[in-house]
């Protein structure tokens, strides 16, 4: 087992350890079962745990650590052995961790990976959903249909569409506009939710005259020329605000608080989708925090702390 995979696989013990006595255990008593050379080695291992809930990983993937000077405790949202839930971003930025890795040790184990998830996410450079783009570019010159296998962002359920490909639409986020087959009509899907997606057989039909009335009305949800669109103000850490930006146009206000140790400072930025910002949100936990609109910080608040009530920042939320 090579370092890298024994620190991860002793940190997944001590979780496990932990998780079995909820009573808590002692520093001596962890020690004595996990071999631990002295109790600074083992709190320093203790300590790291906390880097789990960071980000990327959701709230719901949180440890929670509690040491009352004599004994560990620890609080799992979720149970330990729970598969990590990720996007498709998420996977296919994995995927090219794997591929770019050129150590030959667990090359069968690798390759095993990168197979499942060629199965359901689409291969391709990542640059970003560069084949993705290529597939659809291609099939809109030349007039041919699409299948794909989409993510519904409200279900997380996956569905299969045919669709006329008829624009591919680059500000800001990446969309597909294109006209589906079996509803009859006009819709948009972000490059992001698609799972997979190939050139079909099905005949490519004449679009119509509404096409123009579509993309109208497209433009002012989510164009970036809207003036309609809904602004945000945010509280975000340092760390959280460079990933944030990769998805989200921050704007710097200049101000910033702190928030018992931990420096946050104001961002703004427009909501063209209100149930995408929200899920987004969720996925750095106590790392950004919603000051306005109003009712999206009451809706990510009592998610969070039906998450994890025990997070003492919650309750200092601007």
Known sequence: MNPSTARAASKLNLIRLLASHPEGLGLEEIQSVTGHKSIAALKK???ELYMI???????????????DGEKVKIRLPIAVDSALPLSPKEWSLLRSLLVTDTKTEDSNVKKSILNKIDSVIPS????PYQKTKETIVE???SKKTLTIVYWKRDTKEKETRTLAPWLLWEENDSYLLAYDLKKEGFRSFRLDYILDLNISETKYPTLPETAGEFLEGFKQLFGADSENKEKAKLWITDGASY???MKLTLSPTGNQKQIGDTT???FETQIRDQNWFIQTILGYGTSVLVSE??????SILLHLQSLAPSKQNLNSLP
């Open 264 to 266: 946050y400072r104001e």
């Open 139 to 141: 099939a809109i010159n």
């Open 53 to 67: 809930e960071m980000y990327p990983y959701s709230p719901t993937d949180a440890v929670d650590l509690d040491f």
């Open 243 to 245: 990933h944030l930006g």
């Open 45 to 47: 291992d203790l300590g």
């Open 293 to 298: 609109p109003k009712e999206i910080k009451t």
């Open 124 to 127: 391709g450079d990542w640059s």
